[in-house]
């Protein structure tokens, strides 16, 4: 299995990715041997995967990563790096190899403390010889501070160190980082793509790969998530049922906290899940006494994992809330197809009762503008404005 096989849906970006890894394979090869380097290359030493959610910027980097640390024996054979199955590709496939760095946050963003130590990182050799690697999975996230740090990195690079960024898209970069990147867009791949890849990899039933891989609209991540996971499934069903029910002020208000109550549970669960262990393991390095009395000087460390676990729930809290409010745009961008007569396949057959019965009872300027309260609802939630208050008064819009 080549590193690229999950990389569904965009031959385009896979084939300069593998002539840069070809390129880069040649380039390690001559400096072993003490060779100059070939004059021509498609190897630079910082790339910028952008695209739509799903698309998979995450899974190329990766990818490209370890067709930068593959060392089968096949290469010297004219095989393209990348084989999938040497000790190179395996270890930076599962985040274990010493030259890759994997940097994703579930935080709201990634600040300078965070980002100092990434360029420090990047400064060091590569301990196998080949390329230091960082992959930053959300560099939108960076701070204004973070990414003047990493700037200064990406200008004057070190030897043998490659950078490679994601983000949703140009803009979500600062205009001197990525103006010195390499830029490749991805496209959300296809539904039969993905529920193809859910089937061949997951084991994934073909009826339930296809119900997930269309309700989702192409986005993997979710629909492997859908198609897995009992809890998700009934989360897409109430959601699915509040157009329904803000008919009236006391429906959308209650639709509305009701829709808050359960981003604010998956945040809690999420919690329950890593706040207690990441707690014990802090105390035990501290050197927590019997009791659990912690020794003098160790406070400011407490109150800093509080701080991170607090922004954490809040990270949490705000992902499943836009996961709740894409599936509500989803829901009536099919009440708009169905108004307007339109060929495209539906994502949300399986409520296609309640499709109609709104298609039938309102109009398509109406439906636009249910549509337009959704996105600003999400806006709203970009700009840090309270869930609930932003979530009612979408629900107030979207009364009829």
């Known amino acids: 299995m080549a590193v690229w096989d999950d990389l569904v849906g965009q ?15 040649v380039l390690v090869t001559a400096q072993a041997a003490g060779e100059p380097a070939p004059e021509a290359s498609k190897m630079t030493h910082a790339w910028l995967f952008t695209g739509p959610p799903g698309s998979g910027r995450d899974t190329a980097a990766r990818a490209f990563a370890a067709a930068l640390q593959c060392v089968s024996p096949d290469r010297a054979l004219g095989g393209a790096p990348g084989c999938g199955f040497c000790d190179g590709c395996h270890t930076a496939l599962i985040g274990t190899h010493a030259d890759v760095e994997v940097v994703r946050t579930d935080l709201l963003s990634i600040g300078v403390k965070e980002t100092r130590e990434l360029v420090r990182r990047a400064q060091l050799s590569p301990a196998g010889r080949r390329w230091q690697v960082i992959v930053l999975e959300d560099a939108d996230r960076l701070t204004e501070g973070a990414a003047n740090v990493l700037l200064k990195a990406v200008e004057e690079p070190a030897p043998r160190t490659v950078w490679l960024l994601c983000a949703p898209s140009l803009e979500d970069v600062l205009p001197t980082i990525r103006s010195r990147c390499r830029h490749l867009t991805l496209s959300t791949p296809s539904v039969q793509a993905v529920a193809d890849l859910l089937i061949r990899r997951d084991g994934i039933e073909p009826e339930v790969a296809q119900a997930a891989a269309r309700a989702t609209q192409g986005h993997i991540d979710r629909a492997r998530r859908l198609a897995t996971d009992e809890r998700a499934r009934a989360r897409r069903a109430v959601v699915l049922k509040l157009p329904m029910r803000v008919g009236d002020v006391g429906g959308g208000l209650r639709a509305a906290q009701e829709l808050v109550d359960a981003a604010a549970e998956d945040a809690k669960q999420v919690a329950e899940e890593v706040d207690v262990k990441e707690t014990e ?11 659990g009395r912690m020794p003098r000087g160790t406070a400011g460390a407490m109150k800093e994992l509080e701080d991170r676990q607090k922004r954490r729930r809040t990270r949490t809290q705000r992902d499943s809330l836009d996961l709740a409010l894409t599936d509500l745009t989803g829901f009536y961008r099919d009440v708009l197809a169905v108004q307007l007569r339109a060929a495209s ?3 949300n057959e399986d409520v296609r009762d309640a499709l109609e019965t709104i298609a039938r009872d309102t109009t398509p300027e109406r439906t636009l503008r249910r549509i337009e309260a959704v996105l600003a609802c999400r806006a709203a939630l970009d700009r840090n404005v309270a869930p609930l208050l932003a979530v009612e008064a979408m629900t107030m819009e979207l009364r009829d």
């Not at 393991?281 to 009791?291: F, H, M, N, P, S």
Request: hydrophobic share 55%; proline share 3%; no cysteine.
């Open 11 to 25: 031959a385009r970006v896979e084939e300069q990715l593998a002539a840069a890894a070809r390129d880069a394979d």
């Open 281 to 291: 393991e802090l105390k035990a390095a501290l050197g927590a006494v019997q009791g």
């Open 345 to 347: 396949p539906l994502a």
